[in-house]
Every structure is written in structure tokens, then in C-alpha cells.
């Protein structure tokens, strides 16, 4: 009943958009677990320097228990995570995935469904479509991206989805016009949203000047997390001292020590990596805890957030 | 055996049931420490305990299964609306059959068969001589509605727990036995609300981080704590629709019955993710155990009296003790003359 890690192999690679490649992920024995549409993995790629671990929506049919497809956009600052999936992975490859977990779930309760995906951001859409058609739910998709980089699956998702698809190709100078949307909404309408932090920013912004209740607005945002300048982590108990570069995460330092905090998104939303902080402070980068929390500065989300002190005392108990 | 199927006892009117020293062997008691303090007390659902202990399998079926069937069909039928689902809830319900077939397949293959072939399901249940055949994820092919179908073959009760907004909704259950809680009222609510009541934990923020630890239970982690409380006679169902039928009970404790009278009730609750649905199974399987077979052990005859004795009186009314909790304290007190 415990699952820990899923081995799989690459049975298929393909590059679906100039910067974004899709990898078709079957399992080693056995059968994958069903899992809820807006679900991601956690892919551990094994690097030449280190372990890179990234989040990855899953894309296929839910209920499809033989594969599972996640898409990797090439990201140019990438830390190694998307370039090491677009140079060093080929079909025949195995690979450690987490079972899923899910931070971005349909409201099934709702009357209708909007949805709004930004570039890559259209993956976690991708498992939501076979279960909305399968309940025959009311829904919308709305597709932003540059034809020059992203917009992966579109002609597929329009031959599929006919009037209820709408693209927006910001290279052909194509605009959603968001106030529209917030306009015609009948009551009950739930949005998601994923794309880049802009997107989400100015969308649920717009939201809350139409009055539109923030329990109907959704969103994910893989935050991965951002460099910065290098420090030091002290663990209380043991005195331990452990050094975290300027391209690595706290998380990823402490588990290259051997130390294992728990963890699921590994972008600040889920709250499963928090640590408590004795003393040091905190540059607070997630979107989990509230802004009292943060204030106190005795918590940390390892996985995202970083130090603006040289060394930061932090209390994990193994 | 672990699974007798004894001729069936009662948890009403006559009372019939009892423990056999294995059943009492294998109580899961629920006390640490010597006193008593309300914490989260989650760890992963992993078997421990060793061979025939309550946490060796993800489902514990024991000699009492066809007894507490027994007790789930006579509610039910008083009172059909102690098992409801909303509609968004259908698919967590399969869900909840798929877990629960697998794993009592799995786990106890001589009394369960699950065979599969792609939706066409057998489902075979030699304890309760049941043979069916169903396409999985189509409620019209069950007898009965899917949670329905699942509860009358499980013992404990299952509640289905739909996700949104970092929140959690009681949207779905099958709840015959529970210790002074209603379906029907907390039906639709949320975690906060139905945990309104429960004293001296709100101030201490133990909902909010409970809720944030729940609201992120990943598939194939479930978790589990244990939940107790007493209750006069081996009643399964104290719920507040029957309150007028067990709560005058309280007042006939005295100290000649006490030990056979009151009942130290434990619940094994487990979360688990339900991989289809994101919904979270929150099953709560309940065992009733009289004091006078817990003194059988010393060691938990000791304890027990230390934690009764040092119980807040906050918690002493919220799990309505206030009327024979001296009476307990003193019995007690015999096996554990240091203190
Ligand atoms: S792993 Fe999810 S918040 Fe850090």
C-alpha cells in the first residue's frame, strides 16, 4: 500500500513545440497508479554533478494506468533540471518518478470551467479535458502562448475541443481580453489558471477588482526555485554545517548531506518541507506560508526560500 | 482464528458481545503515556505490532465482522440517511471500492476474491456470501449505490472527505457507529466547522497545521492515529439520533458494574489519498473493550488509571464521562496502588 518511488522507462520522446519536449513515461512492472486530473510527479534526473528533481504535470488521461506523459520546457536560466531532460534523456532511459500528488484540482461542484493556460502551462489542462468531456461538464479552454517557442498541441486541441477552444498567439499579436472573460461569466463559474507568474498575477488582480470571489480562482505555479546568493545552514541538534551554492536549493543541499526533509511540489505551494528556523534570516520565496508566518521568521520552506544571513540555524528532527 | 465467525453477537438490547483473549491480546491501546494530552498523533499506516496486530494490514478484519455487519444492517434500516453521497462524489466512491477490494483481496485471500478484466469486476465475499459481478465505475451495475455496496462489507466507519480550497468536506459517508457525531449534520461541512467542539485544541493551532498536513496526504502514503473514548456497554452506535436510547445509560454505572459496564472505546482512524478523485478516505474502524478485560493486561490497568486520573476537566465533559468518571477513577485505582 506504501508507495515510495515508481521506477519507469522512457518509452517515447518527442519535441512538440520549439522549446518544449514531451516524454512518455511506462512503468518498469505492473501498472502505474490512477491518479486525479492537475496531478504532477516529481522526476529525479541524475545528473553528472548532482541529483536534479523537478515537478511536472502529469498530461495524459487519468484513468490511462499504462503511461503517464509530462512535457519539459527548455527553460534558459535552467539550473540543470530542464536541460539535462531536452540533451541527456532518450527513449530506453529509466527514471525515478514520486507517486502523484495533486495541488491543483477541478472543483467538481462548479457550474462551469474556465480554463487558462500560459505557454507550458497548458499541461496540467491536459488531464482535466478526458475527465471534464467523461462528465460532461460545461468548460472553456483558453490557450496563450508564442508561436515562436510554445503552443504545443494546438491543432489537436482545436479539432477536439471546436468552439470550445480559444488561442491567443502573442507572436501574431493575438490578445485574450481577460475583462471579457470575468464579464460573461455565469454564477458559479470556477477559474484556473497556469502559466508564467505574470499571468497569474494580473489575472487574479483583475479578479478581485471584478469582485470575483477568490475561492473560484485557481491557480498553480511551478516556481522553480530562483538562484541566489550562496549560505550556510547549521543543523540545531547535531551542530552539522552544510553549504548551499548559488544554483542549488536548501532542500537540494540538505539531501545531497544525507539529511531527507519531507516533500512534494518542491515550488513552495504544498507546505510538506517546512523546517523551523532558530535563528538567521529568511528570504521567504514560497506561496504557502501566510505573511504572519513569514514575519516571525521561524519557519522556512527549504525547497524554494533562501537566506539574506550568512547562516541560517535551522532545527530538522530525523 | 482471527477471523471466527462466531455466532453473531449483539451491540444492543442484550448485549452479547465479548473479546477472546486474542481479540484482547491485540486491542490497539491507545495510551503512550502516563497522562493524558491532546496531540495530532499521526504516523505513516505502515504494519507493526507483528503478526494478527490490529495495524497488520491496511483494513483490519477481525473475529467481530459479521457481528458489526449485522449491527450496520439494522441501522440502515431505521435509518437509511447514515449512508449519503453527494453527487460530485461518485467517483471518490469507486475509488474508495477499488482500495478496498484490492486490499482486502491482498490481505485476506481466504475470505475475499477480486478478479479483474479491464471494467468487467468479480467481486467474491465468502463471509458474507456475496458473488457479484459489476463494470467498475458504473454505479447502475452495483445493487446498491457504490459506498453503500462497499460499508455493509466493511467493518468501521468511512467517510469521504472531498478537497477544495485547502479545505476539507465531509461529502460522502457511511457512518453507523460513530461516537456522538452525526452525518446528517456535519454532512457538507468543512474541517473546521465539524471539529468546532472539540475543546483546548483551536487555542493551541492545532486544526490549522493538522489541516495543512492533511490537505497534502499524497497518494500512497496513508497515515493513521488512534482516537478513544468511554462509553456505558458495548453500544457501536452512540449517535446523537439514538442519544435518547443510550444517554440515560450514563447514570447506571455504579461500582459493582463498573467493569463490566463501561467500555473503553478505541478508534483507528486512517486517511489515505484516493488516486482518482483526490478526495482523501478517512475510515475509522472502532473497538470496544470492557475495563475488566483491559485489567487482564497490568500494565494497561496501570496506566488507564494514572491517564483517567490526570484527565483535564475540559475533556472529562466533552466526552461525556462527567457522570461516572470518579466511579472509573476508583476501580481503577486498584491495580495501580503506587499511585
Ligand atoms: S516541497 Fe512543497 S512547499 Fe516545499
Redesign the pocket.
Same mark, same amino acid.
Given at each position: 500500500m506504501n508507495i515510495e518511488q515508481i521506477s519507469v522507462r522512457v518509452s517515447a520522446v518527442e519535441q512538440v513545440a520549439p522549446t518544449i519536449r514531451e516524454f512518455t513515461l511506462r512503468p518498469l512492472s505492473g501498472e502505474l497508479p490512477p491518479f486525479s486530473s492537475g496531478s504532477h510527479v516529481v522526476v529525479e534526473m541524475p545528473g553528472a554533478q548532482k541529483i536534479h528533481r523537478n515537478a511536472y504535470s502529469l498530461m495524459s488521461d487519468p484513468w490511462d494506468t499504462s503511461e503517464y506523459r509530462i512535457a519539459v520546457r527548455l527553460q534558459e536560466d535552467s539550473r540543470g533540471g530542464s536541460r539535462f531532460m531536452h540533451q541527456s534523456v532518450a527513449v530506453g532511459d529509466r527514471l525515478n518518478i514520486t507517486p502523484p500528488a495533486n495541488m491543483f484540482a477541478p472543483q467538481w461542484e462548479a457550474k462551469k470551467h474556465i480554463l487558462i493556460a500560459g505557454g507550458v502551462g497548458i499541461t496540467p489542462f491536459l488531464s482535466y479535458l478526458p475527465e471534464l468531456m467523461r462528465r460532461d461538464a460545461d468548460f472553456e479552454l483558453h490557450y496563450l502562448y508564442r508561436g515562436s517557442q510554445t503552443g504545443a498541441y494546438r491543432k489537436e486541441l482545436a479539432a477536439e475541443l471546436g468552439a470550445r477552444y480559444f488561442a491567443y498567439d502573442s507572436d501574431a499579436a493575438e490578445r485574450c481580453e481577460l475583462t471579457e472573460l470575468f464579464q460573461q461569466r455565469p454564477l458559479g463559474t470556477h477559474f484556473y489558471i497556469c502559466g508564467p507568474l505574470s499571468l497569474i498575477e494580473g489575472m487574479t488582480g483583475l479578479a478581485a477588482e471584478f469582485g470575483i470571489p477568490a475561492s473560484a480562482i485557481h491557480y498553480e505555479e511551478f516556481a522553480a526555485p530562483q538562484p541566489g546568493k550562496p549560505f550556510e545552514i547549521e543543523i540545531r541538534h547535531s551542530g552539522q554545517v552544510i553549504r548551499v551554492g548559488e544554483e542549488e536549493s536548501m @532542500?537540494e543541499a540538505l539531501e545531497a548531506a544525507q539529511i531527507n526533509v519531507p516533500? @512534494?511540489?518542491? /515550488? /513552495?505551494?504544498? /507546505?510538506?518541507?517546512v523546517c523551523s528556523v532558530e535563528s538567521g534570516e529568511v528570504d521567504h520565496r514560497?506561496n504557502?506560508l501566510s505573511a504572519e508566518e513569514k514575519a516571525s521568521g521561524r519557519v522556512v520552506?527549504?525547497?524554494?526560500s533562501r537566506a539574506k544571513s550568512e547562516r541560517l540555524i535551522v532545527d530538522i528532527q530525523e | 482464528m482471527r477471523v471466527a465467525p462466531k455466532e453473531i453477537q449483539t451491540f444492543r438490547n442484550d448485549f452479547t458481545y465479548s473479546n477472546s483473549p486474542d481479540a484482547i491480546k491485540r486491542f490497539p491501546f491507545p495510551f503512550p503515556e502516563d497522562d493524558y494530552r491532546y496531540s495530532v498523533n499521526m504516523e505513516p499506516h505502515l504494519p507493526k505490532g507483528g503478526e494478527g496486530s490490529a495495524y497488520e494490514k491496511f483494513l483490519d478484519i477481525d473475529e467481530h465482522y459479521l457481528s458489526e455487519m449485522e449491527e450496520r444492517a439494522l441501522v440502515l434500516k431505521d435509518m437509511p440517511h447514515r449512508c449519503l453521497a453527494m453527487e460530485h462524489m461518485d467517483l471518490a466512491c469507486w475509488d474508495m471500492i477499488e482500495r478496498c477490494m484490492v486490499s482486502l483481496a491482498e490481505d485476506y485471500p481466504e475470505h475475499f476474491s477480486l478478479t479483474r478484466e479491464g471494467d468487467q469486476w468479480r467481486w467474491q465475499n465468502h463471509l458474507l456470501d456475496i458473488d457479484d459481478q459489476f463494470t467498475f465505475a458504473d454505479s447502475s451495475s452495483l445493487p446498491m449505490p457504490p459506498l453503500e455496496y462497499m460499508g455493509r462489507q466493511l467493518q468501521g466507519d468511512f467517510a469521504l472527505l472531498d478537497q477544495r480550497d485547502g479545505d476539507l468536506f465531509l461529502d460522502a459517508g457511511i457512518i453507523t457507529c460513530p461516537a456522538d457525531w452525526s452525518l446528517a449534520f456535519d454532512a457538507g461541512m468543512s474541517f473546521t466547522e465539524w471539529h468546532g467542539p472539540v475543546p483546548m485544541a483551536h487555542s493551541e493551532g492545532i486544526f490549522e497545521r493538522a489541516l495543512k498536513y492533511l490537505t497534502a496526504i499524497p497518494v500512497g502514503k496513508p497515515v493513521r492515529r488512534l482516537n478513544w473514548t468511554l462509553t456505558v456497554n458495548a453500544r457501536m452506535d452512540t449517535s446523537p439520533e439514538t442519544y435518547h436510547e443510550w444517554g440515560h445509560e450514563r447514570t447506571s454505572v455504579t461500582p459493582e458494574n463498573v467493569g463490566s459496564k463501561v467500555y473503553l472505546r478505541v478508534e483507528l482512524q486512517v486517511l489515505d489519498r484516493m488516486p482518482r478523485s483526490n478526495a482523501l478516505m478517512f475510515s475509522i474502524r472502532t473497538y470496544l473493550m470492557s475495563l475488566e478485560d483491559i485489567v487482564t493486561n497490568p500494565e494497561w490497568a496501570k496506566r488507564m488509571h494514572r491517564v483517567m486520573k490526570t484527565l483535564p476537566a475540559p475533556l472529562i465533559d466533552y466526552k461525556g464521562l462527567t457522570r461516572y468518571h470518579s466511579t472509573v477513577v476508583d476501580y481503577l485505582a486498584q491495580f495501580d496502588p503506587a499511585n
Open positions: @532542500l516533500n @512534494l511540489c518542491r /515550488g /513552495g505551494v504544498c /507546505g510538506q518541507c514560497d504557502f520552506m527549504p525547497c524554494v | -
